[in-house]
C-alpha cells in the first residue's frame, strides 16, 4: 500500500513562512492531480490548492497571494510554500493525490501547522 509521507510543519509566529512537502512511498501510476486540503478543530476539512497535469494551479481565496503550491513530476512530490502565515491558517494540512488508476485517491496523514505568537 503507497502511503503519502508529509513533512514541514510546525510552529511559526505570524507572518512567518513554512514549506510543506508530500511524497509518495511508492509509486503512483496516472497521477492527474495533486493537492492540499486543512482541516481546523471543529471544522470541515477545506481545500487550500490544487496543481493538475500542465501546471494549473487553483487557490482558496483566503490564501491567494500568500501560498504557492509547485509540484516535481520526476518524484511525484508536491510542495505548499506558505508565506505570510496567519493564526486562521492553524490547522492539520493533508496531502492529496488523485490518479486515474485505482485506489484512484490517496491522502496523507496530516502534517499540524500552528501559527501563533
Known amino acids: 500500500q503507497v502511503l503519502l509521507v508529509e513533512s514541514g510543519g510546525g510552529l511559526v509566529q505570524p507572518g512567518g513562512s513554512l514549506r510543506l512537502s508530500c511524497a509518495p512511498s511508492g509509486s503512483i501510476f496516472s497521477i492527474y492531480a495533486m493537492g492540499w486540503y486543512r482541516q481546523a478543530p471543529g471544522m470541515h476539512r477545506e481545500l487550500v490548492a490544487t496543481?493538475?497535469?500542465?501546471?494549473?494551479?487553483n487557490y482558496a481565496d483566503s490564501v491567494k497571494g500568500r501560498f504557492t503550491i509547485s509540484r516535481d513530476n520526476a518524484k511525484n512530490t508536491v510542495y505548499l510554500q506558505m508565506n505570510g502565515l496567519k493564526p486562521e491558517d492553524t490547522a492539520v494540512y493533508y496531502c492529496?493525490?488523485?490518479?486515474?488508476?485505482?485506489?484512484?485517491?490517496?491522502w496523507g496523514q496530516g502534517t499540524q501547522v500552528t501559527v501563533s505568537s
Open positions: 492529496n493525490i488523485k490518479s486515474f488508476v485505482a485506489p484512484y485517491e490517496y
Open positions: 496543481i493538475i497535469n500542465g501546471g494549473s494551479t
